[in-house]
Structure formats: C-alpha cells, structure tokens
C-alpha cells in the first residue's frame, strides 16, 4: 500500500481516540447512613483536594502552631515523600511527551583511510566523510497504550500527593499528641513537686516529735517512705518528658541537642465535639485518596498490557546532507533523506500477553480491595475516638468529684492527726490517695487531648474546612 492511500486510514484511527482496555470508574465502597456515635452523617463524594488550613488553629496555642509549621519544611520523612511526589510529577511528563514526535540531529564529520596493497603496489587512500542530518519518530497511539500509560502515571502521581499529604498529617498528628503528653507531664511532674514539698514539711514535723519522743520510729519511717515514693514518681516523668521532648525534635527535623522546650502550663482550647459529622470530613482523608487514585492507575494498566495484544506503528522520517567534502555539504547534490512506516508486533508469545493481562487485572482487584479496607478503617477510627470523647467527658466529671473529694479526705485527716486523735498512717493512706487520683485525672486529661488530635487526624483535618 502506497504512503498516499495509508495515510487517510491512519488518520481516520487517531481521530477515533480509540483506547483499549476498561474505563474507570471508581469503586462502590459499602458505607453507613450515619455515625453510630454522632449523628447527621450523609453520604458525599471525595474531597481530598479541598484546602483543610493549619486543622491545629482550634486549639488556639501558638506554641504548638509554631511547631506544626515546621514539619512541611523540616521534617526528613515528609521530605522524602516530597522527592518522590516531584519524581512522579516528571514521570508523567515524560509520559506526556510520548504522544508527540521526537526529533534528533546529528552531525559527523569522519577522515579514514586504508594502506596500500603489497601486491599491487598502490598506495595509501584517505577519505573524508562529512554528514549532518535530523531525524523525527512518531509511535502513533492507535490502541491508546501511550494515553493508558499517561493515565496510570498521572493517577499514580495523584497517589503520591495524597501519600505526601498522609506522611505529613500523621507526623503532624504524632508531634500534637506529644506536645500535649508533654504540657501534661509538666503538670503531673509539678504535682509531684507540690507533693515533696508537703511530705517534706510532714517529715519535718514527724521527726522533730521522734526526737522529742512523742511519734514512734514506725511513723517516722512511713513519712519517709512517702516522700521518697513521690521523689522517685517525679524523678520517672522525668525522663518520660525527655524523651517525648526528643520525639518532637525529631518531627520538627533537629537533633534532641538543638532543641528544647521549658516546662510551662497548657493554655490550649480544648476544642468542643460537634453533634453532627458532615460525610465530606471523612472524604478527605489522605489515606483514602491514596488508595483510590492506585484503584486508578491499576485500572490504566489494564488497558496498558491489553495493548500488548496490538501492533505499535511508528512514523519515521530522516533528512540532512552528506558529503566528502565540508565547504558544499549543506547543498542539494548532497541532500539524503528516508521517509516510511514501521509496523512491529509481537507473532507469538506462547501467553506471556495473557499472563500480563491477567497479573493487571489481579493487582486491580487487590487495589479495589484495598480502597474499601482503607474506608472500613477509616470510619472505624471515627467511631472509636468519637466515643472515647463522649466517654471521658462523663468520665472526667466522675473523676474530678472523686478527686475533691479525695482531697477533702487528706485535708480532714491531717487536721485529725495534728489534733492527736488518728495515726500518721491514716494521713498517709489519705494523702496518697489524693495524689492518686489527681493524677489520675491528668492522665484523663493528657488521654482526652490525645484522642482531640486523633479525631482531627481522622477527619482528614479538621471539624470543617471553613471553622479553620
């Protein structure tokens, strides 16, 4: 068939965007009506693209702020991510260049030559061969294997923004939640401090009767006792903190050395749980799109081993001059030129194109799986951090009125025992019973700040896009 009459067909084959394989369509994915821990849940389409802005504004604490605008920048695992989401950005690029001709010239310019025959006796020959040339290829997309593959590589690039977005929520997830465990400490660790302080003055009251006489060795021994007890509590926070402090150095990219945060009260907003969860919170959850767009991409290179079932046909076209001497080369004597398709396909295989297809479609449906295990989890964590708050609301109600109330206790008991009508002892049980339960209510604290952060983080990012 002449080039003439090829043409026309060839056209007539690009024009109909033809594309092998299955178009996407994403996943059915089994979910609720509703929270079963918070009403007003309805069923929306993805929203992970939607800006979210610093989630970590409804706390109020610019402390923490300050810290969470430094993971984007300096944390080493974001920025790996970071890389990698650039890397995908050029790889789809280049995916996209596949579709338009390629050029190359080339320019040569060689002198050989060849020793005479013993023979004949001729001498020695030189030549000079001078040549300059540009060449264009075209693999025209009949079957859609190129658009496939640009496909896969732009859901693929689409993943790794999300997988970057993911990495960066959860370092800045992790860095909240220590930063609160830390401000609580501060506070269990001053408690304990108070607390020496008091046992000390008890000592001191204690030992001064011993010596006059008045208060039994036993006595004196369990005053002691108590306050090398809550020495050694303080002295365990302690280092409890300094390896939560070295923890945020790390998210915030510095050594433990270079950095440092002084002991200082939480002043945060404990933000209040909203009676209604919009389905678009959800929808934005990074993990979710991540899992999603690879649905995406495995679903394109399907169409992409399909393909493997056609023949690729490329256009190719050759032009320049050539010439044994350099002073005429660009001349039309010396014109070259070559111009011709090229069809190549694969005969026979024995079911290796088979078997590609069949491994698409395989890591497809594993993807699909995955997509909806992703949105099974996703809402689990809503569930359980929603009802763990709602809990400990009642629970730390609960908590604080046996906290004052174990407090009263200490305080009538000492008076008791100043007043000679009860033993230390009973002052002891009291008082370590008071400072049990108030730091059992910090732990309730430091859990409920904890599960705030949680939440947030499995919302995708906040209450909603407009309250940040």
Not at 40 to 49: E, I, T
Not at 321 to 345: C, K
Request: charged content about 15%; glycine content about 6%.
């Amino acid at each position: 068939m002449k080039m003439t009459k090829l043409t026309p067909v060839l056209l007539a084959l690009l024009l109909s965007g033809c594309a092998v394989g299955p178009d996407y369509h994403r996943p059915e994915a089994a979910v609720p009506s509703q929270y079963k821990e918070a009403k007003g849940w309805q069923q929306a389409k993805p929203q992970d693209a939607d800006a979210k802005g610093e989630w970590w504004a409804v706390y109020h604490d610019e402390t923490l702020a300050g810290l969470l605008r430094q993971v984007s920048v300096s944390n080493q695992n974001v920025a790996q991510y970071e890389a990698q989401y650039r890397q995908a950005k050029a790889l789809v690029s280049e995916s996209r260049s596949d579709l338009f001709p390629s050029v190359t010239g080339t320019g040569a310019s060689t002198r050989s030559g060849s020793a005479g025959s013993s023979t004949t006796g001729s001498g020695r020959t030189v030549s000079n061969s001078h040549s300059l040339e540009a060449s264009a290829s075209w693999e025209l997309d009949i079957w859609g294997k190129l658009r496939r593959t640009l496909e896969e590589n732009k859901a693929s690039a689409q993943a790794s923004a999300a997988e970057l977005a993911n990495i960066t929520l959860s370092a800045q997830s992790e860095l909240a939640q220590d930063y609160f465990q830390l401000r609580i400490m501060d506070q269990q660790i001053a408690l304990y401090q108070q607390s020496v302080q008091a046992y000390q003055r008890y000592l001191t009251v204690i030992n001064n009767k011993y010596q006059a006489g008045s208060e039994s060795r036993a006595t004196l021994a369990q005053a002691q006792a108590q306050l090398e007890s809550a020495r050694a509590s303080a002295l365990d926070l302690s280092w409890q903190r300094a390896q939560t402090e070295h923890a945020i150095a790390m998210l915030v990219g510095k050594t433990p050395a270079e950095f440092s945060l002084a002991a200082a009260p939480l002043t945060a907003t404990l933000p209040a749980i909203p009676t209604a969860l919009p389905s678009e919170l959800l929808q934005r959850r990074p993990d979710i799109a991540y899992a999603e767009r690879n649905v995406a991409a495995a679903n394109a290179a399907v169409g992409v081993a399909i393909a493997g079932y056609y023949p690729d046909l490329t256009l190719s076209a050759t032009g320049g001059f050539s010439s044994s001497t350099f002073h005429n080369l660009i001349s039309l004597p010396n014109r070259v030129w070559s111009l011709g398709p090229e069809l190549s396909g694969t005969l026979l295989d024995f079911g290796a194109t088979s078997a590609k297809v069949e491994q698409a479609r395989a890591a497809y449906d594993a993807d699909v799986a995955s997509y909806r295990q992703a949105v099974l989890n996703g809402f689990q964590e809503v569930e359980n951090y929603l009802v763990e708050l709602n809990t400990l609301q009642d629970e730390m109600l609960a908590q604080q009125r046996a906290t004052e109330a174990a407090k009263e206790s200490a305080r009538v008991t000492y008076n008791q025992y100043q007043a000679g009508m009860i033993d230390y002892l009973d002052v002891a049980t009291t008082e370590n019973t008071s400072l049990s339960s108030q730091q059992s209510l910090l732990t309730l604290q430091s859990t409920q700040w904890i599960a705030s952060v949680e939440l947030i983080a499995a919302l995708g990012g906040g209450w909603n896009a407009t309250s940040l």
